[in-house]
Structures are given as C-alpha cells and as structure tokens.
C-alpha cells in the first residue's frame, strides 16, 4: 500500500490550521505530520519531521512564509521541500516573491476544499501548480513590465498549435478552459502544457506566462 503524503501546515490562525488538518487528515491518502504558527518553527520542524508537502500561510511572525520557503526550497537547498502557499492575500507581490523563493504552488484560501485536496496531490507528485484567478492577477499585475526582447517571435521551438496553447496559458485561462476554447479533452490540454513546459525549459506556468509576453507571443 502506498504511503501517505505526510503535511505540515504553517498558519498562524489556529482556526485555520484545525480547519486545514480536519479537511486533510479526512482523506485516505493524506496524513498531518505536524502543525506550526511561523515560519521559523516550520523551518526547524521540516527538519524533524521531514513531510512530503508544506502547507504555507505568507504573512506570519518571528519569519514571514516568503523568507520560510526560501530557506526550505530555494536555490541552493541541499534537500528541499515542496511548498504550496496557500493564503487570503490575493496577488501582492507576495505572490510573485513566494514563487521566485521556490514554492511549487499557490493557492488563495477561499479556493474549496477539493482544490486544496488537489493542489498538495499535484505538489506532491512533482508539478507545479497555480490557481488560475492567480494568474490572471499575475498577468495583469506584471505583464506591464515584462519587455519583449530583441528578435521576439523569432525561432520558438514550439508548433503552432502550441504557440495557440501558451498564449492561452498567458491569458490566464485553466486546463479546463483552454480544452473548452480548443474543443479537445483536458488530458490533450495537460500533454500541450507539458510538451510546451519541457521544450522550453521552464519550471511552471508562471515561467510559461512570462517567456509568452518576452517573445511577444502576447501583448
């Protein structure tokens, strides 16, 4: 029998925290290996206690979520774990310094229960994941500042169905969407995502959103 993926949640609003074990612990696949109101303490514990996912809130006292997950994920870890922020604070740059710092996701708090759920399956497994409200935020909070480069356009190793794909993903739309404006399954969807993330070299979506608006694939 497969193990379970072994949590730790790091929140400083104890309601929050019961509220998240409750809804974790429920499931069969899943197991909390511990619980923690800072960053610092989440930091000490994963050491201890070495859990699969990190369930990470951003604004804590004694250290902030940001500066946790860099110390836990960040380049240069020896052996780093996977983080997913999960949090109220809906796309200040937070968000984007999270992701730079090494979380494998982000997740706002209002998100249901299930997604939550899916997010640590996902994180846990080696992808990365992003809520699609986030990166729609993301794309209208930061596509202003990204320039295209010199030779945009110009030989991207991507066919033109998946140049289709990526502007979508820069969008900001979800599997879902982007299989409902292209009229294919969800599972196509996630082989294009794949196929583009891989033949380009990026870690995530946010990364995808990013190289689409520098060669001017989006504007």
């Given at each position: 029998m497969t193990?379970?993926?072994?949590?730790?949640?790091?929140?400083?609003?104890v309601l929050i925290r019961t509220g998240l074990a409750t809804i974790i612990d429920a499931q069969p696949d899943l197991e909390i290996a511990g619980e923690?109101?800072?960053?610092?303490?989440?930091v000490d514990l994963v050491g201890e206690l070495r859990p699969d996912?990190?369930?990470m809130d951003i604004r804590m006292p004694v250290l902030d979520g940001i500066a946790a997950t860099?110390?836990?994920a960040g380049a240069g870890v020896q052996h780093p774990v996977k983080v997913l922020v999960v949090t109220t604070f809906n796309l200040d740059e937070y968000v984007y310094e999270a992701l730079r710092a090494g979380a494998s996701g982000f997740l706002l708090k209002d998100a249901p229960p299930d997604r939550l759920l899916q997010g640590i399956r996902t994180v846990a497994a080696g992808a990365a994941l992003l809520d699609p409200e986030v990166t729609r935020q993301l794309v209208g909070?930061?596509?202003?500042?990204?320039?295209p480069t010199d030779g945009a356009g110009?030989?991207?190793?991507?066919?033109p169905r998946e140049q289709e794909v990526l502007r979508l993903i820069a969008d900001g739309l979800s599997n879902t969407e982007i299989a409902a404006a292209l009229v294919i399954s969800r599972e196509t969807v996630k082989t294009f995502v794949s196929r583009i993330l891989t033949k380009l070299g990026l870690r995530d979506r946010v990364q995808a959103v990013v190289y689409a608006y520098r060669h001017g694939l989006v504007t």
């Amino acid at each position: 029998m497969t193990e379970p993926i072994r949590v730790l949640i790091c929140d400083d609003q104890v309601l929050i925290r019961t509220g998240l074990a409750t809804i974790i612990d429920a499931q069969p696949d899943l197991e909390i290996a511990g619980e923690c109101g800072d960053g610092q303490t989440a930091v000490d514990l994963v050491g201890e206690l070495r859990p699969d996912v990190v369930v990470m809130d951003i604004r804590m006292p004694v250290l902030d979520g940001i500066a946790a997950t860099r110390l836990l994920a960040g380049a240069g870890v020896q052996h780093p774990v996977k983080v997913l922020v999960v949090t109220t604070f809906n796309l200040d740059e937070y968000v984007y310094e999270a992701l730079r710092a090494g979380a494998s996701g982000f997740l706002l708090k209002d998100a249901p229960p299930d997604r939550l759920l899916q997010g640590i399956r996902t994180v846990a497994a080696g992808a990365a994941l992003l809520d699609p409200e986030v990166t729609r935020q993301l794309v209208g909070r930061y596509a202003a500042r990204i320039r295209p480069t010199d030779g945009a356009g110009q030989d991207i190793p991507l066919t033109p169905r998946e140049q289709e794909v990526l502007r979508l993903i820069a969008d900001g739309l979800s599997n879902t969407e982007i299989a409902a404006a292209l009229v294919i399954s969800r599972e196509t969807v996630k082989t294009f995502v794949s196929r583009i993330l891989t033949k380009l070299g990026l870690r995530d979506r946010v990364q995808a959103v990013v190289y689409a608006y520098r060669h001017g694939l989006v504007t």
